[in-house]
């Protein structure tokens, strides 16, 4: 609630009840005006020609309106007055009082449990559709089970969170390893933990694993919680975990009619100083060149990291079934799969992280 207004040259002093109070500049005001003449309510889009704005605008008249649930100001290139709401300016404090507490559950692997499977039918509902959503947000990872075992499974739990995501690999994909091929690409040998793409500037947000067939023995799945290492690391050696924020590593993709490259550090931080993004992929690092001094460090935080996620305290492993879809956020979740002999026939795609992250808001998921 909106408590008392001063009106400075350049700005309102806007104060709210329990003591608290911003200095918004008129310019910001103005260019946040949302009546019909600067906003389109149907499309959240701003009417407003910013650039045609003066800079130095005054306030022709501002008061408190509703009993403070509103502010009132006339602008002297508007017929009506404009209304901001109490909500809307709070929100808009450059330092918020209370920081929403993200609900992320960071994990080793002995603290997941049952939870993190899910039956197909269950999510098809809206609330069984949140759940799983929120499932997917908290611990990176979930295990839908009982799908049909067929490409549209995949594409429908797809089309419930975004839409497939189209790459070099194609859209929905189908994949078989199988001891009898000889080509690397059907490689039965362990694949150690890392996340997909570090060589695209925008990474995949999800991928979906749909078990087909398993006549096999081993193979089981691997999932290490990206959060989890950087949490070890940063208590261990603080100067190692801020050079995986900075150091820029380089991947890259080369064949098959493309030749991709991307980088960026292993843990990329927001301004608030939060990982949003965890990438690592030593199969597809790129060759590099740093001081020697900088190499050394480089190496001995690429050791310690790839030996964390290669100890079975963080590691999740599980056999997929038939019918069963590994669903993981690939900017948080390290994936791999242990050795196997037989043949273990997989389908599945990606999505895209922005999407992940729409469907989440939508949902009220933080
Ligand atoms: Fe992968």
């Known amino acids: 609630m909106i408590t008392k207004i001063e009106l400075l040259a350049d700005d309102v002093h806007v104060h709210f009840n329990g003591e608290n ?16 003449q600067n906003w389109d309510k149907r499309s959240s889009q701003r009417k407003t020609y910013t650039a045609a ?52 559950k960071i994990w080793k692997s002995n603290e997941i449990k049952e939870e993190i499977f899910l039956d197909y039918n269950s999510i098809l509902s809206n609330e069984g559709f949140r759940n799983f959503l929120k499932n997917l947000h908290d611990y990176g990872f979930s295990v839908i089970k009982n799908c049909e075992t067929n490409l549209k499974s995949v594409e429908t739990i ?60 081993g193979g089981e799945s691997i999932m290490v919680d990206g959060l989890k290492i950087a949490e ?27 030749y991709l490259e991307a980088e960026r550090p292993i843990f990329k931080l927001n301004k608030n100083n939060e990982i949003v993004q965890v990438s690592f992929n030593n199969y597809d690092r790129a060759p590099f060149r740093f001081e020697k001094d900088l190499t050394l460090k480089f190496y001995e935080a690429i050791k310690k990291f790839d030996l964390i996620a290669n100890n079975k305290d963080y590691q ?46 939508l949902n009220g998921i933080n």
């Not at 669903?327 to 922005?354: A, D, P, Q, T």
């Open 21 to 36: 109070s911003e200095i918004f500049p008129n310019i910001w005001l103005r260019d946040h005006a949302k009546d019909e």
């Open 53 to 104: 704005l003066d800079l130095n605008l005054k306030v022709k008249k501002a008061e408190i309106i509703e009993n403070g649930k509103y502010l009132s100001v006339s602008w002297p290139d508007l017929e009506k007055p404009v209304k901001y709401s109490s909500e809307f300016l709070s929100n808009n404090k450059i330092k918020k009082k209370k920081e929403i507490k993200s609900n992320l």
């Open 158 to 217: 797809a089309n419930k969170i975004g839409y497939v995501r189209n790459s070099i690999f194609g859209g929905l994909w189908s994949f078989e390893s199988d001891e009898n091929k000889a080509d690397s690409a059907y490689t039965q040998e362990e694949l150690r933990p890392h996340t997909d793409s570090t060589y695209s500037n925008d990474a995949p947000g999800l991928q979906l694993l749909l078990c087909c067939e398993y006549n096999a023995k």
């Open 232 to 258: 070890t690391i940063k208590k261990e050696n603080q100067l190692m975990y801020e050079l995986m924020t900075k150091i820029n590593i380089k991947g890259n993709y080369i064949g098959d009619g493309v």
């Open 316 to 361: 999740w492993r599980h056999i997929l079934k038939p019918g069963e879809l590994l669903i993981f956020n690939n900017w948080r979740i390290l994936h791999g799969r242990g050795s196997f002999n037989g043949v273990r026939k997989m389908s599945g795609c990606y999505i895209n992280k922005e999407d992940f992250d729409s469907s989440c808001k």
